[in-house]
């Protein structure tokens, strides 16, 4: 069912995205990697092409944290695709100290939702030419219960389970906003916790626990291949539709947040 379709994985060199990457390429679609390190990405692609004999394995190279690197990234796709049918939002960090980029923005929060928002309307065009296009935000349980936007960078206070669990929030408060804004057209987005999985970046914020990558890569696909294509708007664990956090379902918060990120990235939607 996949041999025609086009999806693109961000984060797919690493943990749950990698193994992600391993099982959508069994699936024969046309499969765009994302990653930062371009040898280790390339050799991934070129070992998944041998091991599922798909060879419609391509492999890009982007610092998410670069609005630079993501435009660049984003006008590569575009050059070389005609449409996306699935665009999973996979990559994240965790920064145990505050770091801010050149761009001024706090690490955590530009690589784990504001590239996400950047990219994603930056290929909606290529998703709109889809027949039925999907968007998967990947959150977390530890999303945040509030939000305060005078501390989005740090400001007043920082700390690194705080600056997750807030673009954890801003992930599921996207999604939210975009299904709304795309309620009439043939695009779904959802959110999804994929477990507590033992991978780098649990290790560097928690220590060595949870699960296996493989758990959180079915729960990625739960949402690629099962879930009906007139579910949006919904935030998901264990394969199960889930109520997020009270704040949220914000209309007011959601739009705040929307429009920022608006002006933070220079889009027009």
Known sequence: MFKNKTILLTGATDGIGYQTAIELAKMNPVLILHGKNETKGENIKNQLISDSGNEKIHYFNADLSSFTQINAFIDKIKEQFSHIDVLINNAGIYEAHKIILDNGFEKTFMVNYLSAFHLTLGLL????????AKIINVSSMVHAGTIDFANINGNKSYSGDSAYSLSKLCN??????????????????????????NTKLLRAGWGAMGASATEGAQRILFLVKDVDETVSGKYFEHDRETKSADISYNNKIRKELWDISLSWTNNVF
């Open 125 to 132: 065009d290529l998703l709109r030419k889809s027949s039925s």
């Open 172 to 197: 599921i408060l996207f999604t939210y906003e975009l299904a709304a804004n795309l309620k009439n057209e043939k695009i779904t987005v959802n959110a999804l916790h994929p477990g507590v999985i």
